[in-house]
């Protein structure tokens, strides 16, 4: 073999060493059905289309987002929701305040292709109905989504009011 067939030879062994790794890597950054893998920046922008459901005053629209065996553990309320009646009361007396939430520390773990955990602390401003005032309420969060049918949806929040506060 020639010095130029060994050089010739190691540059084709190289190539098929860089278009296997291509290859595998994407592989295993897509799906079981061959969509990408979310990324903690997509799944921590699922709350924006949360609180974008919020701003709509509809508690249906809000109710849409969590599954059907969804629990929720409101801030403002004692009573654990457990189904899509007690998800939608519970919007409707908390939207009746107009809250507009915003993060204030986020941290998302990304299970798998079809599950995630985003934690952390948020705040809401609140309006009271008869006087207009507004207030701040700091509050630790959960979210559990899982991928269902192709679609995000919370399946465990839990809320509470920051205990120094």
Do not use: C
């Amino acid at each position: 073999m020639t010095r130029k067939t060994r050089i010739r030879a190691a540059l084709v062994t190289a190539a098929a060493v860089v278009t296997a790794a291509t290859v595998t890597v994407g592989v295993s950054s897509a799906g079981p059905d061959g969509s990408p893998k979310p990324t903690k920046k997509q799944i921590a922008s699922l709350f924006d289309t949360w609180n974008a459901a919020l701003r709509t005053g509809d508690p249906d629209k809000v109710a849409d987002l969590y599954a059907k065996n969804a629990v929720l553990l409101p801030t403002v309320s004692n009573e654990v929701r457990t189904d899509r009646a007690g998800i939608v009361d519970y919007f409707e007396h908390f939207l009746a305040k107009e809250p507009v939430g915003k993060k204030v520390r986020t941290i998302v773990t990304v299970l798998d292709d079809n599950s995630a955990i985003d934690t952390g602390v948020y705040e809401f401003t609140l309006t009271d109905h008869d006087t207009g005032e507004k207030r701040v309420v700091e509050a630790r969060y959960t979210y559990e989504y899982e991928k269902r049918d192709g679609t995000w949806k919370i399946v465990n929040h839990h809320s509470s009011a920051m205990p120094e506060s």
